[in-house]
């Protein structure tokens, strides 16, 4: 039987989880999210995390699985998809998986790169200095020792760029090199769709998005997590920068606007790192869903009958 991963990629709030849902019902199979935002019980609004509608229209998997205080790595990830996917592929032809982390996407459709070891005290001696010098200064040695990755990387996750600078300081090459090399071999095929428009219309979306999560309790959430703000899963764009509110920083307008400016400048990298894979199948967000799903089916048909 042919087994076909259909993965919907593209920018923040651009309408993934609309295109997601809609062929998850075309196939009557399950939705796999690849959003590292979505995987912890305790983000909802800030992540935008689906609707209970939208979660109730077909089943979605690794949606709010993990709390923020449980280590999970996109090695753990990787792993758990990939069993699950071969559970699922025994009677089902295809598969829809959607997300907006790169990372996540490509260690389920390709695997993950292989690095050498290094040594740990580096890791170690970064970690201090995220802590006493702040993300700023991790972010300038990044762009000094690998500006290929900088200009693709979430700049505001600080695991990232601790991963990406133990490897360039304990190997001496640009994290950079030890990517794009063969992957691991998988059992499906993967089609991938990416969603795009016009700059503006993306930020229009952005922007919008930002003052819904706000109408919606986002600053309450943020309150309730604020004793975690150190955590990794919370060193994230909305999060840190009404943490900044209540911790006196920012003004709430300031706070607002620096959220919206840090999600667009993240939709500009998601959009980088989707762009690199050539075999994409770019749809106009602004088509309509009949049109986007009759595409995207006749694509995947032409998988499955090969």
């Avoid at 040695?141 to 690998?146: A, R, S, T």
Wanted: a positive charge; glycine letters at 6%.
């Amino acid at each position: 039987m042919s087994r076909v991963l259909i993965s919907i990629v593209g920018p923040t709030a651009i309408g993934k989880t609309k295109l997601a849902i809609s062929l998850a019902e075309h196939y009557r199979t399950v939705i796999i999210s690849a959003d590292s935002r979505q995987f912890f019980k305790e983000m909802s609004i800030g992540t935008a995390v689906p609707s209970k509608k939208e979660l109730a229209a077909t089943k979605h998997h690794f949606i709010q699985h993990k709390s923020i205080s449980e280590p999970y790595s996109v090695g753990d990830f990787e792993k758990e998809a990939i069993q699950l996917l071969d559970t699922i592929f025994n009677d089902r032809e295809v598969v829809v998986m959607v997300g907006g982390s790169g990372l996540y996407v490509d260690a389920v459709t390709k695997g993950l790169n292989e690095f050498p070891g290094v040594d740990p005290q580096i890791r170690e001696q970064l970690n201090l200095e995220l802590q006493v010098q702040g993300l700023e200064q991790l972010q300038k040695k990044l762009q000094n020792l690998d500006q290929a990755y900088y200009k693709t990387v979430d700049l505001n996750n600080p695991h990232r760029l601790i991963r990406a600078l133990e490897i360039c300081i304990g190997t001496g090459k640009p994290y950079s090199s030890f990517l794009g090399k063969p992957k691991k071999e998988r059992n499906f095929t993967t089609l991938t769709i990416g969603l795009q428009a016009e700059r503006e219309k993306i930020y229009d979306n952005i922007n919008r998005r930002v003052d819904i999560m706000m109408s919606e309790g986002f600053l309450e959430e943020i309150r309730s997590l604020i004793a975690y703000k150190d955590l990794n899963a919370l060193r994230t764009v909305g999060y840190k920068e009404l943490f900044n509110y209540l911790e006196g920083n920012w003004d709430l307008e300031t706070a607002i606007a620096e959220m919206k400016k840090n999600t667009r400048r993240f939709a500009k990298r998601q959009l980088t790192w989707f762009k690199r894979n050539e075999d994409t199948i770019w749809l106009d967000a602004k088509s309509s869903s009949i049109q986007k799903l009759e595409t995207v089916a006749a694509a995947a048909q032409k998988l499955i009958s090969e």
